[in-house]
């Protein structure tokens, strides 16, 4: 073999070697490309659920309100309840669209796990409405009692649901995953903050104290939203010490041990 040749062969085996680099290259790109959609849509879907969460836990808001009046439900109590379920609905199909039609594994076991929870929500929504229908004497007190809380079980159910949407692949980075935190702590706030501005609410309208038996739920829950909010503020000024002296003049959810009984 000729000099000539052993050169001539030499640059084909480096250019086919180059060529081969050069695919699998691209190929990898694509694939991280394929990874970067999938984990958009999963954030898209993952925020679209949350605030559906957010809105199905006004409705149990509202709902926990309304079953304490002694009058069958009003129409503005009524359409802020079928208010609620229309936008919960939206949501949550916003979120089942982003998904797709070819669902990955862990997809699946939140579509599942979802869609069971929504079935026990409709039947509860069912007994609410006939609760809600009729007088208070007329209504099972302990039902009365249960739905609300039964209600708050499967909302954190479907919230715990949306870990399955967040995807396990190398393109993952620690900015979404902080991103993701600060979204649950938010929710805390909102969720459990929620809870007891629900006592305050029946309170207020129905002329009465706050019963002591659900003083301990309160201060639970407070505590909960209080937490969340202090974890929220951390990473807030941690990002930028400026905002400390903003955050002086913002203020989490106050303590309510004091107020309770007001």
Known sequence: MTIKRVILFALVAVSAFAALKFALSLWSSFGDYSQVRQMAAASRASTAWSIGTVDLSLERSVTQVALSVATPVDTDLRSLIDGQRSATQERFDEAFAEIGDTPTPAQRRFI?????????????????????????????????????????????????????????????????????????????????????????????????????????????????????????ASRWVQTDSRRRSKLRSMRGPRSISATTRR
Not at 171 to 196: H, I, K
């Open 112 to 232: 599942d796990t979802a869609r069971a929870s929504v079935g026990v929500i409709e039947g509860l929504r069912r007994e609410v409405d006939a609760l809600l229908s009729k007088p208070a004497e007329a209504r099972d007190p302990q039902r009365v009692t249960d739905l609300p809380s039964e209600l708050k079980r499967e909302i954190s159910r479907l919230k715990s649901a949306a870990g399955y949407l967040v995807p396990e692949n190398k393109v993952s980075s620690n900015l979404s995953g902080a991103l993701a935190v600060v979204q649950d702590r938010a929710w805390e706030v909102r969720e459990f903050g929620g809870r007891v501005r629900t006592y305050y609410a029946i309170a207020v309208l129905n002329g009465r104290p706050i019963p002591s038996e659900v003083e301990g739920l309160m201060i639970a829950d407070g505590t909960r939203a209080e937490t969340a909010w202090e974890a929220l």
